[in-house]
């Protein structure tokens, strides 16, 4: 099972809007509607951003969000703040496990 | 308020064992729908899904893995224990115990890890 494939890095200004693509196949990403999106910031433990594909956990700002498309999902975050700059996974299910992204780093302008 | 923490070794030699052993208190792993998992980062890399363990004592693992890696649970610890045979410099990484959460009953599937614990650094190295 591959890693999931994520673009090495992503940047924006305050206030625009960025999105994370993340590209599987039709196993994982295409085949189940698990695809979860972790946000983590230096030093620290992994935070859930969006579960099942569009789904923000309770506390979770709403300038996160989540889609799928065929077996790409993407994390959009708007309104891009500095304490968005993290790196950032997605993950999905895949035939009784799961699988990880390879991770991107957000950085803020 | 669910909170997890992992404990083991920090040093462990090329060829050994690790025993890793996360608790974690909020939550009961005798409850129907519960799950932990672990997840492993060497440094300054990805996050790479190791295994899972159910309430019910079903167990996933990575296949790339699967043939190193036991999971077990002692619920009236309120711990769950991942085991990784012939350890390798390359499996030096932080290894994170997370709680698996909603629970889809119809598939049997978590929709993601909600909660991790700090994370440990295991080093392999002679």
Redesign the interface.
């Known amino acids: 099972?591959s890693?999931l494939t994520q673009p090495a890095s992503v940047s924006g200004s305050p206030g625009q809007s960025i999105t994370i693509s993340c590209t599987g196949t039709s196993s994982d990403v295409g085949g189940?509607n698990?695809v979860?999106w972790?946000q983590?910031h230096p030093g620290k433990?992994?935070?859930?951003m969006?579960?099942?594909v569009s789904?923000r956990?309770s506390g979770v700002s709403n300038r996160f969000s989540g889609s799928k498309s065929g077996n790409t999902a993407s994390l959009t975050i708007s309104g891009l703040q500095a304490e968005d700059e993290a790196d950032y996974?997605c993950?999905s299910?895949t035939s009784?496990?799961?699988?990880?992204?390879?991770?991107t780093k957000v950085t803020v302008l | 308020q669910i909170t997890l923490k992992e404990s083991g070794p920090t040093l462990v030699k090329p060829t050994q064992t690790l025993t890793l052993t996360c608790t974690f208190s909020g939550f009961s792993l005798s409850t129907s729908g519960v799950g932990v998992g672990w997840i492993r980062q060497p440094p300054g890399k990805a996050l790479e899904w190791l295994a899972l363990i159910y309430w019910n004592d079903d167990k996933r693992y990575s296949p790339s893995l699967k043939s190193r890696l036991t999971i077990t649970k002692d619920t009236s610890k309120n711990q769950v224990v991942l085991t990784m045979t012939n350890m390798d410099p390359v499996d030096t990484a932080t290894y994170y115990c997370a709680h698996a959460t909603y629970y889809d009953i119809l598939t049997g599937y978590y929709g993601g890890f909600g909660y991790w614990g700090q994370g440990t650094l295991v080093t392999v190295s002679s």
Do not use: C, W
């Not at chain 1, 799961?98 to 991770?103: E, I, L, R, S, W």
């Open positions: 099972q890693a189940y698990y979860s972790y983590q433990a992994p935070k859930l969006i579960y099942e789904n956990p996974y993950s299910y009784s496990s799961y699988v990880f992204g390879t991770g």
